[in-house]
């Protein structure tokens, strides 16, 4: 079925639709929410509250974009709040914690690192919490997710050339940040 | 140059991650969620209209009680009335 005969149905509160929608796009929010994340349980969370917002905000969706693309949009939102309300709390757990030095530790627990790259893992996910978000969201999308500056200008709703500019940085604040680690030196 | 390397190699370890299959029973999870959620109300513009219609007829109304009705004298000014009418030295009160 076309994603278009799709929308329609899900417009018309049919439950076969929508357990088709999730089948054929839960993989690529659940890996894209994981991305941003790196942890199963909140990937899983996440995933829920897009297929939950997917559900009561379908009749408000008009097509301008592909379902594909509004469901990405709704996933980077969902996750990017999540990672926000995430340094919220730790914030204000600085203020209540004596000792923070646990709450610098990033947890890696995605099942497609390799044992042997989490620890690199959890120092990359430090450096691109770093970044800005929109840098952030940009880079997690194309070096990630594996979508092309065309897709990512559909999903972000900016230019060709927003997205190249933001690329540009996001290289370029990760250079600096590793210029001022050791992540990659041990490497030959 | 240094930096042109560690990017890469950090770009390599970022793009060697792979992909994860959704955990089972996810469906049946967030069906369950929907239908533990309650409706959205929506409101149609017809009906925020109506609203407004009756909020301004109540107001209108009120303004008109205020400017027309006359002013009745408080309950302070009717206390004061009555202690200066009463007269302690005078039995009349008890002439029942």
Redesign the interface.
């Known amino acids: 079925m076309e994603d278009a005969l799709l929308v329609l149905q899900l417009q018309q509160h049919d439950e076969t639709a929508f ?1 088709l929608l ?1 089948d054929r796009y ?2 690529m929010v ?2 894209t929410a ?2 941003f994340l790196q942890v ?1 349980e909140d990937a ?1 969370e996440v ?2 509250d897009v ?2 917002e997917v ?2 905000k379908i009749d408000q969706f008009e097509g301008k974009s592909s379902i594909k693309t509004w469901i990405y949009r709704i996933t980077c939102n969902k996750a990017l709040e999540r990672i926000r309300s995430a340094k919220r709390k730790k914030r204000f757990a600085f203020f209540v914690s004596v000792d923070d030095a646990n709450l610098q530790n990033t947890i890696i627990d ?5 044992e042997e ?1 989490k620890e ?2 959890a120092l ?1 996910q430090r ?1 691109l919490g770093g970044l800005a978000e929109n840098q952030r969201v940009a880079f997690t999308l194309f ?2 997710e594996g979508l092309t500056y065309q897709e990512i200008t559909k999903v972000m709703n900016i230019s060709l050339s927003s997205v190249e500019s933001l690329m540009f940085r996001a ?1 370029s604040n ?3 940040k ?2 001022t680690t050791n ?3 041990d ?1 030959k | 140059m ?6 890469n ?3 390599q ?11 089972s029973g ?2 049946q ?2 069906h369950q ?2 239908n533990q ?1 309650t409706p ?1 109300i929506r409101i149609s513009p017809w009906q925020y209209a109506a609203a407004a219609v009756l909020l301004l007829m109540n107001l209108s109304w009120v303004f008109y009680a205020q400017t027309t009705t006359p002013s009745e004298q408080s309950e302070t000014e009717l206390s004061t009335l009555i202690v200066d009418e009463y007269n302690l030295e005078t039995p009349e009160y008890y002439n029942y």
């Not at chain 1, 995605?110 to 390799?114: A, L, M, R």
């Not at chain 2, 370890?13 to 955990?23: F, H, K, L």
């Open positions: 357990k999730f839960a993989k659940y890996n994981l991305n199963q899983e995933t829920q297929f939950l559900h009561h995605h099942p497609g690192v390799d790259h690199k893992m990359i450096l070096h990630m290289k990760l250079k600096k590793l210029s992540l990659f030196e490497e | 240094k930096n042109e390397k560690s990017y190699r950090l770009l370890t970022v793009e060697a991650t792979q992909q994860a299959e959704p955990p996810l469906y999870r967030i969620k929907i959620s959205e």
